[in-house]
């Protein structure tokens, strides 16, 4: 296994597990404060300052550990082929998520007549870090295929 891909598998582990993080700490502290106050927050149960906590870390440590590898990566015509590849399906993979999400969530709420603030919240932080899931996974995947340079 190369550097990259155990570099790779790293971030994905990662950004997993502070999306699992962040997505349960997120509902508990709506659901919480939405039984107990009715409809307004309880100090300490702020979903969006909990959250955002937890994203910033994330965000950091990815930045850092973006630094580290392209520090001691060599980048080559087949390395940056492949994360253009990953690129262009990350771009089209999330425009696809993010479409079928809001009008999923739309049409749930559609009675209603609007949509929770607190999903609109969650959304926000969840595309970023999805896309950055999906990422790691196109670059996982895609040099699997090869970038037919071998040709």
Do not use: C, H
């Amino acid at each position: 296994m190369n550097y990259r891909t155990k570099m790779n598998l790293i971030t994905l582990l990662f950004q997993l597990g502070f999306l699992i993080l962040y997505s349960v700490i997120f509902f508990n502290d709506v659901e919480n404060s939405m039984n107990l106050s009715g409809n307004s927050l309880l100090p300490g149960r702020d979903y969006r300052i909990n959250v955002a906590i937890i994203f910033g870390i994330s965000q950091v440590l990815y930045l850092f550990m973006q630094i580290i590898m392209n520090k001691n990566d060599k980048l080559d015509e087949r390395n940056k082929k492949m994360e253009a590849t990953s690129a262009g399906t990350t771009i089209v993979t999330m425009l696809f998520i993010s479409f079928i999400s809001l009008l999923g969530l739309y049409v749930i709420n559609i009675d209603e007549g609007q949509i929770p603030i607190y999903w609109l919240w969650y959304l926000a932080y969840a595309y970023v870090t999805l896309t950055i899931i999906i990422f790691t996974i196109s670059n996982l995947l895609i040099p699997l295929a090869g970038t037919k340079y071998e040709d």
